[in-house]
């Protein structure tokens, strides 16, 4: 039984009042005791952020084939191990290397298909406490003429507390980050223990969209000095934001001409949206926001709106406290167009536009963190349903989800939220299952030399892939029996082929 229920509903597209949300209620901030910002953080606070119990190891050795909720096949083939959780992932040009950051601070570089054991030098000092470190990595949309790429990553202000989140720009060049500089120190500093966001994508118009978290160090009391500012249009808290490729802002963004607000803000009232893209086929911008204890969301962001973190949430605070007194509907902000119950936990998202997959094709695809779930969504107008869910049984934290140039799917899972030693991380690519066949080797070697081995690898390879021709031993008889089941479904023998491989079958892959 999948664990995930989910209920959709009708957006509510109100006018914004700023007279009434512009600011948070200042008195939900007085007296609130916020750990790294009214003191250092304690002994036990920062245990909290670095267990001492590394998690190693891999959920996939070989290449495993499972099938979805709905019997979809797929097959996961592990591409690398021994990641530290792994948050972002992006494709160089040509398809043969790609980077990946690892949250305690490490930007890894594979190139066909080799991991570089040592890290991408030319990362500046970074903050790895709790949920911060080194967060997501895009493309220039002219990278292969410029070579800059985007990072985020968690800041520390010294000698003062508080850590906020930062959007640096570099050259990759021979292997390394150059002329590295910050174009957006964001305005979120809290406390270190606080959520960060760092989701960024260039959107079809050229800008670069950041989400920025709700900084709540504090997540299992009721009262916090960070949650309320998610509604305060003079910080950065709980926003996305939208700016050029220098980080400066647009002079078409929803509120530069409101001088009681920054001009970066695209839309405001988020927790911590993790997922945003565009769908193909109306343009449309969409995001995922992971609640707290419940309140997971899907939103289709409209410049200027207010999302209602957290005066309007179906979450709870982690001390089972309702977060909001009034959780559905408020005037000025936008209900989400649907929500999860219980928590499904969404990561990155995107639109499948591949051809590996057609049952997927134009389906918005999440990655589940807690719920340990990748999800398929479909979207008409309003009305959101969620169809599939795979990959339960890997019992992995999915963190990130993309469509590769090939068509296939590439996910980074980890083990655990927290934990900086951990080399539990993986890089996986999800295939078909007769990507098998299409990857292996010129000479077969996965099946035993002897006239036939060709004749197998075309005729049965074509369509379930070797490794699941190979799954089970059968007797002579029982192989019969499959090979006219096949040619009853469309495969195309002739008598002496058919007796070949029958022959093949019968003497290389039967049963005692």
């Known amino acids: ?171 990759f060049d021979e292997g390394r980050l150059k002329d590295v500089e910050d174009i957006l120190v964001v305005d979120a500093w809290e406390s270190p223990l606080g959520t960060y966001g760092g989701r960024m994508v260039f959107g079809p118009d050229g800008m670069l969209y950041i989400s920025v978290g709700d900084r709540d160090g504090t997540t299992s009391s009721d009262t916090s000095s960070a949650r309320p500012e998610a509604q305060n249009l003079e910080n950065h808290i709980g926003t996305i934001l939208r700016v050029r490729e220098d980080g400066t802002a647009p002079p078409d963004n929803p509120f530069v001409t409101n001088p009681d607000a920054d001009d970066e803000i695209y839309s405001y009232g988020h927790r911590n949206v993790y997922g945003i893209d565009w769908d193909p086929g109306t343009g449309e911008m969409w995001a995922v926001e992971f609640g707290p204890a419940g309140g997971d969301e899907i939103n289709r962001i409209i410049p200027g709106h207010n999302y209602g973190w957290p005066l309007v949430s179906f979450g709870r605070h982690y001390s089972g406290s309702l977060v909001s007194k009034q959780p559905w509907y408020r005037e000025g902000m936008d209900n989400p167009l649907f929500f999860w119950n219980p928590a499904f936990n969404p990561e990155n998202m995107f639109f499948y536009t591949g051809d590996k997959f057609p049952r997927l094709n134009g389906s918005l695809m999440i990655a589940g963190a807690g719920s340990k779930t990748v999800a398929q969504m479909s979207i008409r107008g309003d009305f959101i349903k969620q169809g599939d869910t795979m990959l339960t049984e890997l019992d992995v934290r999915f963190r990130d ?51 036939g081995k060709q004749l197998i690898q075309r005729s049965c390879g074509s369509c379930h892939g070797v490794d699941m021709v190979m799954a089970k031993s059968r007797s002579p008889g029982e192989w019969k029996d499959v090979l006219n089941s096949m040619i009853g479904k469309g495969m195309n023998l002739n008598d002496a082929q058919y007796n070949e491989v029958l022959s093949y079958l019968s003497e290389h892959l039967s049963s005692p």
């Open 1 to 171: 039984m999948s664990p995930i229920v989910y209920a959709s509903t009708a957006a509510v597209l109100a006018t914004i009042s700023l007279a009434t949300f512009g600011k948070p209620d200042a008195s939900v901030n007085s007296a609130v005791e916020t750990p790294g910002i009214t003191a250092p953080l304690t002994a036990a606070q920062i245990a909290r952020a670095y267990p001492k119990d590394a998690l190693t190891g891999a959920a996939v050795d070989e290449p495993v084939l499972l099938k979805s909720k709905g019997g979809m096949s797929i097959r996961v083939v592990k591409l690398a191990e021994g990641l530290s959780h792994p948050d972002g992932l992006v494709f160089l040009p040509g398809g043969r290397e790609m980077l990946i950051t690892e949250r305690p601070g490490r930007l890894r570089l594979m190139s066909d298909g080799v991991l570089d054991p040592r890290p991408v030098a030319g990362l500046p000092a970074i903050n790895n406490v709790g949920l911060g470190g080194l967060h997501d990595i895009v493309l220039h949309p002219d990278f292969e003429a410029n070579r800059q790429l985007y990072i985020s990553y968690t800041k520390d202000r010294e000698p003062q507390t508080g850590t906020t989140l930062a959007i640096l720009r570099a050259r």
């Open 401 to 451: 989800i993309r469509q590769g140039p090939d068509g296939y799917i590439y996910l980074l899972t980890e083990g655990r939220l927290r934990g900086p030693r951990d080399t539990d991380g993986m890089l996986l690519r999800l295939e078909p299952p007769s990507a098998a066949a299409a990857m292996a080797s010129a000479d077969g070697a996965a099946l035993p030399d002897a006239d």
